[in-house]
């Protein structure tokens, strides 16, 4: 009850005083407090799960930086991150991601992302679709989460869904593309920027089997002058390697343009400017730490630490990009997590003087943090 409320100086007294487990629930509880932990009992959620329902953040962030699971589900199977994207807490799934949360958690409603789309918080889905939730998830008596999201008549969400799904052909899934096929999608529309027919991605892809499925039911392209399957995947690599050369010069360009905006304190344009270079290549990892650079100039902590844990995934071993993800982190106050980054940016690159300032800086504002904590209450 007090993490539901907020009660911060009441649960500082248990966990610090009394030493209560602040992932603990069981029945010796109600010897200790009462009709209130009774009822705590009762519904059988965490601390952390109360806290987080109650829009605690305070609280949330105490518990966690004392050991709190971030994982740990309630008696009905559904971890914090369930219940923060059904209730479309953004924040708060960006934070529980950020602690390393699985993703796609299972329980007997579904996962986050089934959650989200159930109540039409089509924010959080891109988050975690970002995150590499699983959206084609079958759950027994429930569906996929593009079914709950139509169920649920969430138009953007559903949206969302189709773009993912459709986004399936440039990743040579050919289950789904057989499924999209054989739902009535129209394979003669493009899927891709620069525009691309399905057969054509599946063609650069060099998935043969999925060019087969997509032939018969493709129309002609006139710029193909051999229309067979051979003559498909010849014509788009020719095309695709004289749109690499022109990718390569353009990302340069706009790479000069973005570092002199940066020069002269022109965070938005630079951050723009890294975008359209990401349209060229959605690959390059640099790119988005250099845009993560700039949303953390221009103050934008969630922004920032979305890139920084999307270029974390691209590059796992790069150590910049656990510097980025542990500078976003300490813009956002998150000094224990902040640590953490900094210490795998360490363990990556041990001389670095510039990693080894940030995390003293990190280690040094997690103390005056707790320090502050403990002196207000």
Not at 309 to 327: D, Q, V
Request: net charge negative.
């Amino acid at each position: 009850m007090a993490a539901r409320y907020g009660r911060l100086p009441v649960c500082r007294y248990l966990v610090e005083e009394l030493g209560v487990d602040v992932d603990t629930i069981h029945d010796e509880g109600v010897h200790f407090f009462g009709l209130m932990i009774l009822v705590f009992i009762l519904i059988a959620m965490t601390p952390l799960i109360c806290a987080l329902l109650g829009g605690n953040s305070d609280t949330v962030g105490y518990l966690l930086d004392h050991g709190a699971d971030p994982a740990r589900a309630d008696n009905g199977g559904l971890t914090p991150l369930h219940h923060a994207a059904k209730i479309g807490d953004r924040n708060m799934v960006e934070l529980l991601l950020a602690k390393g949360v699985t993703v796609d958690p299972v329980s007997g409603g579904g996962t986050p992302l089934h959650a989200a789309a159930s109540d039409g918080h089509h924010e959080v889905m891109k988050i975690l679709l970002k995150n590499n939730a699983d959206y084609n998830k079958m759950i027994p008596g429930i569906g996929t989460p593009l079914f709950v999201a139509i169920n649920a008549s969430s138009v953007k969400c559903v949206q969302l869904l189709v773009e993912v799904s459709c986004a399936a052909v440039l990743n040579g899934e050919t289950a789904c593309i057989k499924c999209l096929l054989e739902a009535g999608a129209d394979p003669n529309v493009p899927v891709s920027e620069p525009a691309r027919l399905p057969i054509e991605i599946a063609a650069l892809n060099g998935t043969r089997e999925d060019v087969e499925i997509l032939f018969p039911v493709t129309s002609c392209i006139p710029t193909v002058n051999d229309w067979s399957i051979d003559g498909i995947i010849q014509h788009v690599k020719s095309e695709f390697i004289e749109e690499v050369d022109l990718n390569v010069s353009k990302i340069r360009e706009l790479r000069s343009l973005a570092a002199n905006s940066m020069k002269k304190n022109d965070y938005y344009t630079a951050a723009m400017l890294y975008s359209l270079a990401m349209g060229c290549d959605p690959h390059d990892a640099t790119l988005l730490s250099n845009r993560s650079l700039c949303c953390l100039r221009m103050g934008d902590g969630h922004a920032a630490l979305q890139d920084a844990l999307a270029c974390r995934e691209m590059r796992p071993n790069w150590p910049k990009g656990c510097y980025r993800h542990g500078a976003a982190l300490m813009l956002l106050k998150d000094y224990g997590s902040a640590c953490d980054a900094f210490l795998d940016a360490v363990k990556l690159d041990p001389l670095n003087p510039d990693i080894e300032a940030a995390l003293r800086e990190a280690l040094s504002s997690l103390k005056i943090s707790h320090y502050m904590t403990k002196a207000f209450y």
